[in-house]
């Protein structure tokens, strides 16, 4: 393989500030305020570091189904994104999984978890389905590196089922969750399969503008312009199912006869999480990302790199907001008494919680700019 030199970047500077912001929120949770750095508490016990985990994990699985449409499927056009998709997924699950590791402060914990398995909770098979997913994504990875794409192929064939049955098992440790009226039922498994389209195709408009203005030469100039627009239109389309599942739960559940779903869904669209939700998760997230894309006719390279920013942006609003609203009604409040008054769980994310979040970005994108200078992650047509 070709030796190259490091290159360093604006992007290699962005991340070391992010990773220095992470190091300052790690010192003061081990070495000074300890259990006090977090925002959780008994009432509230899942906080930012569950949401942040749920975003890079669904984002994993989703730049890997979207990255399929090369491997699995032969769509042609998504055959240049192949490596650039896998590396993603791969540094996606590993952020995914060391935000969940802080989150439960023993690491160890989820050692005790393989040793005294519950066969029936889906939080086992979380563990089980996203390992295995991760070993086939090194694997993958290390076959397309090699240009053995037929051992490639059907790893990925396998990875296309694990990665599936992942994220739908990832939305039944949500629903399965029956305490917790407002995540209970089928919904969170369907949720996740969509919102993992949109950060698929997010991710891979936002790798694809990148990498393409240094390794798309100009006698592939067209091929990248149809496989950004491909993208565009993938993830305008998945905005709009996920705005509409968005619109069917927030409806259902207002109306709903069970006074903790209600009060739930009332705490989200006008209690305290009603500006992160409106302003972020849905004009940010949803609303401007649909219209650049529109305005743009899916033509522009560069604003649909920017409707990609604003989609996670807005997708990572969108997990805190769906995982603080399962918990914001207090457990022992009845619907007598949550009729007469709203009582609501107070949760903020402290700056501690953020920078980890945004350490685990600062790792992905320094890792995948040296990457970029070490390796040859172009495929050609």
Do not use: C
């Not at 509230?44 to 942040?52: D, E, K, N, Q, T």
């Not at 402060?105 to 979380?126: C, E, G, Q, R």
Request: net charge positive.
């Amino acid at each position: 393989m070709e030796k190259r030199k490091y290159r360093r970047s604006i992007w290699t500077y962005v991340s070391l500030l992010l990773l220095a912001f992470a190091v300052a929120g790690s010192i003061n949770k081990y070495l000074i305020s300890g259990e006090h750095a977090f925002g959780v508490s008994p009432d509230v016990p899942w906080g930012a570091l569950i949401s942040g985990y749920v975003f890079f994990a669904v984002a994993a699985t989703g730049t890997g189904l979207v990255g399929s449409l090369g491997h699995v499927f032969r769509i042609r056009k998504f055959e240049v994104l192949s490596k650039r998709a896998l590396l993603a997924s791969i540094l996606l699950l590993l952020a995914a999984f060391i935000v969940l590791a802080v989150e439960l402060s023993n690491p160890f914990k989820m050692v005790y978890l393989l040793l005294s398995p519950n066969l029936s909770s889906p939080i086992l098979w979380m563990g089980v389905f996203y390992g295995f997913y991760l070993v086939l994504l090194f694997g993958e990875f290390f076959f397309t590196m090699k240009d053995n794409h037929k051992a490639a192929t059907g790893i990925a064939y396998v990875s296309l089922v694990v990665k599936l049955s992942a994220i739908i098992n990832l939305g039944r440790v949500f629903g399965f969750t029956t305490t917790r009226s407002f995540w209970d039922g089928y919904y969170y498994p369907a949720y996740m399969v969509v919102s993992a389209v949109v950060s698929g195709a997010a991710v891979l408009t936002i790798i694809h503008y990148l990498s393409g203005k240094e390794s798309l030469g100009s006698s592939q100039n067209a091929q990248g312009k149809d496989l950004a627009r491909t993208l565009s239109q993938i993830l305008a389309g998945g905005l709009l199912v996920f705005a509409l599942f968005q619109a069917i739960k927030v409806g259902t559940s207002l109306g709903s006869g069970n006074q903790a779903v209600a009060q739930a869904a009332q705490a989200l669209i006008s209690g305290p999480m009603a500006v992160p939700f409106w302003l972020m998760e849905v004009l940010v997230g949803i609303v401007a990302p649909l219209l650049i894309l529109y305005r743009s006719k899916f033509s522009s390279p560069g604003l649909s790199f920017w409707a990609g920013i604003l989609t996670m942006l807005g997708l990572l609003f969108s997990r805190l907001d769906f995982v603080y609203a399962g918990q914001v009604v207090p457990l022992q409040i009845t619907d007598a008494a949550a009729k007469a008054v709203h009582v609501f769980n107070a949760y903020a994310p402290t700056w501690s919680e953020w920078s980890l979040i945004m350490g685990a970005v600062g790792l992905i994108i320094l890792v995948f700019d040296y990457a970029e200078s070490k390796l040859s992650l172009d495929s050609h047509y």
